[in-house]
């Protein structure tokens, strides 16, 4: 009886010393999520743009409008020197309006890992022509605590025949509200060649999320460029017919 006893307790105590389990975490709704809360049905906003280099920045205004994840227009107003350029995207297409040639250029998706407008962001970031959602495999890494609260890690890896950017992506997304509040990007060699910070969360329209975005390149010590929301307005009434080549000249 002593024996089957103290068996019994050994049980219990090995049972009681095992490590919490993490409870079952499905990553594709876990970006779904986030992304969605980022993003809207629709969006009309403004933000600024600040390039920091060593010795000398710029700024740069723009206005944003978006429709789901097939349309965005983007308006740049300041500058004096770039007011007027436009960048369009409708479904897989995008272009670049040029006022000071009062011409409309179709971009490539060759052009999407490229800097837009001189910054550490891409066009793909800017413009968005792949998903989050639909363009990667996504695997909950664990949990790691930032200086902004918990947050789960999700890896993020193309999917075959998807036309992205990116090698890989490392996304950290807050466990309280389902904030992406840190992203980093590495090419198909695995080498790490950028890193996203967003913090400064706040309420926006509807919704608290990230104000302030800032994009440091890997290899470029003393570079930086920040994004930050100056207004945005959520589920916006747009429809696709506003995302023309011809509304691009239009807007302002």
């Known amino acids: 009886m002593l024996r089957k006893l103290s068996i019994l307790l050994v049980c219990l105590f090995a049972v009681e010393s095992l490590p919490a389990q993490q409870p079952q975490i499905d990553a594709t709704e876990l970006i779904s999520k986030a992304d969605a809360k980022r993003r809207g049905k629709s969006s009309t906003g403004a933000m600024t743009m600040t390039v920091e280099r060593p010795g000398w920045s710029r700024t740069v205004a723009l206005k944003t409008w978006t429709l789901g994840t097939d349309y965005s227009l983007i308006l740049i107003t300041a500058p004096a020197k770039e007011k007027g350029q436009a960048f369009l995207k409708r479904k897989n297409e995008m272009w670049s309006f040029v006022p000071s040639i009062d011409r409309i250029i179709k971009m490539p998706s060759s052009m999407m890992g490229q800097s837009w407008m001189g910054s550490d962001f891409t066009n793909d970031d800017l413009l968005k022509e792949s998903s989050f959602t639909k363009d990667y495999h996504h695997r909950v890494l ?8 918990p947050c789960w890690k999700v890896e993020m890896v193309p999917l075959e025949n998807a036309a992205v950017v990116w090698g890989k992506l490392l996304v950290w997304v807050t466990k309280k509200d389902d904030n992406f509040v840190k992203i980093e990007r590495y090419d198909e060699d695995g080498e790490m060649i950028s890193t996203e910070i967003c913090d400064a969360i706040r309420m926006v329209d509807d919704r608290e999320i990230p104000t302030h975005m800032v994009m440091t390149p890997g290899d470029k010590p ?3 460029t920040s ?16 995302f023309s080549q011809q509304n691009m000249k239009r807007v302002r």
């Open 222 to 224: 003393g570079n930086h």
């Open 227 to 242: 994004l930050t929301i100056d207004t945005m307005d959520f589920d916006s009434p747009l429809s696709e017919a506003f």
């Open 142 to 149: 664990g949990s790691e605590d930032l200086a902004i609260g």
